[in-house]
């Protein structure tokens, strides 16, 4: 990979998932993209992944290895964002995988068009239980209109699937996220990657660049997975969506226009059936 390749960061928080790690770790070795710093968060893991972590290390000077106390995933991921030194930042999950060329194909989006400030990629879902692999927001979508609003257009996305909801699935400028101080909200397990999304498009005026292939392995239904429980409760969704609502008004001067409004509901909406099925896997 030639030296004028821009240096792109990944950030792994890492809590007990000593074997996937491990795995997931080989995979980035193996990433045809090769300037990268990869770093990984180890928040206390109770399991051997700190050790393993550390003897990956040392066959490979690209991992950076991080421990500390167990404070949750968005403490992990924002002391990797500190760390981070890259043009580019990625956020990986411990458990979950990504084809070969996932950096590859991220950074080449996004240094082909300078108007572009986020690139995101379709996904693999994997759910664990029922056996079963989906590929998902692989389908086009419409580029944004010369008169199509921001919030609009980030709304129709939201709406029409969940390609926008977490962090995984992107890559990110790291300069304006360290410029404007850009963190994950602590203390929080849902839709904490939607509230940084949002922050950060708040901020940036470029943008979304898609990707319709299924580069990033989401495995759900894994031993650390809180999604499942959180997802069962109305409040953390109404908090979403009041940050979502707080975003709108941001980007159009403090306005929430009548589309938007209309679009917000349809929205909610969207959320109450998604509740609903999280409840009843809950009870499955």
């Known amino acids: 990979m030639p030296k004028s390749e ?17 795995k997931l770790i080989n995979k980035l070795f193996s990433q045809t993209y090769k300037n990268l710093e990869i770093i990984a968060v ?4 109770s399991d051997d992944s700190l050790c393993i972590l ?11 290895v991080i421990h500390q106390k167990n404070a949750g995933a968005s403490a992990a991921r924002n002391a990797g964002i500190e760390r981070a030194q890259g043009k580019y930042i990625l956020f990986i999950d411990s458990d979950d995988d990504v084809a070969e060329d996932f950096v590859e194909k991220l950074v080449q989006r996004i240094e082909s ?54 962090a995984v699935n992107k890559v990110f400028r790291l300069k304006p996220i360290k410029k404007f101080g850009l963190k994950f909200e602590e203390g929080r397990d849902f839709a904490e990657d939607t509230k940084f999304v949002l922050d950060y498009l708040e901020r940036m005026p470029g943008e979304i660049g898609l990707i ?15 999604v499942k429980s959180s997802s ?9 969506y009041a940050d979502l609502k ?11 226009h009548l589309k938007s ?15 609903y099925r999280a409840k009843k896997r809950a009870r499955s």
């Open 6 to 22: 821009p240096l792109v960061s990944v950030v792994i928080p890492v809590w007990n998932t000593r074997e996937s790690v491990k």
């Open 42 to 45: 180890d928040d206390g893991s």
């Open 54 to 64: 550390q003897n990956l290390a040392k066959n490979d000077t690209r991992l950076k």
């Open 113 to 166: 068009d300078s108007e572009v400030d986020l690139v995101v990629t379709g996904m693999r879902f994997n759910k664990l239980r029922e056996g079963t692999t989906t590929d998902v927001y692989t389908k086009p979508h419409h580029t944004r209109h010369p008169k199509e609003r921001k919030a609009d257009y980030l709304l129709g996305l939201l709406i029409r699937d969940g390609r926008m909801y977490g």
């Open 212 to 226: 319709f292939e299924p580069l990033y392995v989401y495995n759900f239904g894994t031993d650390t997975s809180t």
């Open 232 to 240: 069962t409760i109305w409040e953390n969704w109404e908090k979403s």
């Open 246 to 256: 707080n975003w709108v008004r941001s980007v159009s001067a403090g306005k929430i």
């Open 261 to 275: 409004r209309m679009l917000l509901g349809l929205v909610k909406l969207r959320w109450h059936v998604s509740h």
